[in-house]
Each structure stands twice: as structure tokens, then as C-alpha cells.
């Protein structure tokens, strides 16, 4: 269990950090059998900052992970969705980033 109470599920050999996540999951691929969107991904990684170096430091890149991407037919959009239990100040910095360097896609965040 996690800091934030949230348990680890697996669904379809897949990792979800929260019970919520995996119901979500679980919505996702039924909405995708209905037509209603395709191409589902489930974590996909977005880089925010690329690789950098300071001073002769070398400073990793900064990415940001999602729970899930995919292309809604209803409303002609890629959407990413996260599944929050807590709203931390790294997400809500890591979503500005996203934000800002991804200006087309379609963000939602809905409440575990």
C-alpha cells in the first residue's frame, strides 16, 4: 500500500497503482469494444524537460507518465487521463509542463 492508501492491482498482466486506475482500465477497454474511442495505451510516457548539462553536470531528463492515452471518436480529440486519489505539488507542476510542451492534447484528471 501506498503512502496515500491506494492499493496495486493488476489487471490483464497489467500494473495499476490503485484499484481505481484498473476500474478505469476496465471502462476504457468497454468503451473501446462500443467504438466510442480507440487506440488505447495504457502509461505512456511524455518527456517534459530533455536531457541537459550545467556547468559539466549532466542533469537526467524530466518525464511524465499518465495513466492512460487514447483517441476519443465522440469528441475528434487524443485524450490523457490520469486517475488521482491526491493532487501532490509534483503533479500539478509535472501537469503545467505537460501543458505547456503538449498544447494539443486533451487533459483530464478525474477523482479516485
Same mark, same amino acid.
Given at each position: 500500500?501506498?503512502?496515500?492508501?491506494?492499493?496495486?492491482?493488476?489487471?490483464?498482466?497489467?500494473? @495499476?497503482?490503485?484499484?481505481?486506475?484498473?476500474?478505469?482500465?476496465?471502462? %476504457?477497454?468497454? %468503451?473501446?469494444?462500443?467504438?466510442?474511442?480507440?487506440?488505447? #495505451?495504457?502509461?505512456?510516457?511524455? #518527456?517534459?524537460?530533455?536531457? @541537459?548539462?550545467?556547468?559539466?553536470?549532466?542533469?537526467?531528463?524530466?518525464?511524465?507518465?499518465?495513466?492512460?492515452?487514447?483517441?476519443?471518436?465522440? %469528441?475528434?480529440?487524443? *485524450?490523457?487521463?490520469?486517475?488521482?486519489? *491526491?493532487?501532490?505539488?509534483? @503533479?500539478?507542476?509535472?501537469?503545467?509542463?505537460?501543458?505547456?510542451?503538449?498544447?494539443?492534447?486533451? @487533459?483530464?484528471?478525474?477523482?479516485?
Amino acid at each position: 500500500m501506498s503512502k496515500y492508501h491506494a492499493h496495486p492491482t493488476v489487471v490483464d498482466g497489467i500494473r @495499476f497503482d490503485s484499484k481505481a486506475e484498473a476500474a478505469k482500465y476496465s471502462e %476504457l477497454l468497454l %468503451l473501446q469494444g462500443a467504438g466510442q474511442i480507440r487506440n488505447l #495505451e495504457v502509461h505512456p510516457v511524455y #518527456e517534459l524537460i530533455p536531457a @541537459f548539462c550545467h556547468n559539466g553536470k549532466r542533469e537526467r531528463r524530466t518525464t511524465y507518465e499518465a495513466d492512460f492515452r487514447y483517441h476519443d471518436e465522440v %469528441l475528434g480529440v487524443q *485524450v490523457v487521463l490520469d486517475v488521482k486519489g *491526491v493532487e501532490t505539488a509534483v @503533479f500539478k507542476l509535472k501537469r503545467k509542463l505537460l501543458l505547456w510542451r503538449y498544447p494539443n492534447i486533451y @487533459f483530464i484528471v478525474e477523482a479516485a
